[in-house]
């Protein structure tokens, strides 16, 4: 079972956009540029991100088994110590009136906090839809980018424990964790943020393309 590990002086650099105050935490490396078969976790990734237009088909039961499995480690690797926390899920590239949609997140929180007490919440909410960080070709989001499309609900600001914690699936660049971050910081700017990741990207090196 994979536990948490934390970004440090090591691995920030594969991560362009955190700064080295920031605490992120990840529970598997995702390798960039490679298949399903390469390896467990990439399977896991690229069938938990698997299209929610394909929900008719019968290889989407690999995202609902993705979800479960991702929410049992989530759950294990944070080991129970929910009281102090609130749990923020990073809002997805479309918006939720997108028939694309995904909430994938809520529904990994949702598995993973079934029959104990979890603080979670969809705090920050996305305006708009934004262009996919991963599609090919496509420049990337810069923060400024994200943060003029997220909004805090105000409805769900009562009572929010000392420590938010977000939660995404892949780490890349860093730039949805910390157009989160700063939102949440000037909403609460008390309030420690950490960020949580189901993976964190690596690229394979030249040796290893060999």
Request: with cysteine; charged share 20%; hydrophobic share 35%.
């Amino acid at each position: 079972m994979p536990s948490l590990s934390q970004i440090d002086e090591l691995t920030i650099g594969d991560h362009s956009r955190l700064a080295p105050g920031d605490l992120c935490y990840f529970l598997r490396e995702y390798t960039s540029g490679q298949n399903y078969s390469y390896s467990e976790t990439n399977s896991l990734i690229l069938n938990f991100k698997k299209s929610v237009l394909l929900i008719d088909s019968p290889s989407y039961r690999y995202k609902v088994q993705a979800i479960n499995k991702l929410a049992g480690e989530l759950r294990e690797a944070l080991g129970g110590s929910f009281g102090g926390i609130t749990l923020v899920p990073i809002p997805p590239s479309r918006a939720k009136v997108d028939p694309e949609y995904d909430d994938r997140l809520i529904r990994l929180l949702h598995e993973m906090t079934q029959h104990i007490t979890v603080d979670y919440r969809e705090l920050i909410v996305q305006t708009e839809t934004t262009r996919s960080s991963h599609a090919s070709g496509v420049t990337r989001l810069t923060v400024p980018e994200l943060i003029d499309v997220y909004t805090i609900d105000e409805s769900l600001v009562q009572n929010i424990k000392d420590t938010i914690v977000t939660i995404d699936d892949v780490l890349t660049a860093g730039t949805h964790f910390k157009a989160a971050q700063y939102i949440l910081s000037q909403r609460f700017p008390t309030h420690q943020i950490i960020g949580v990741f189901l993976a964190r990207t690596v690229r394979l090196n030249d040796f290893e393309l060999i």
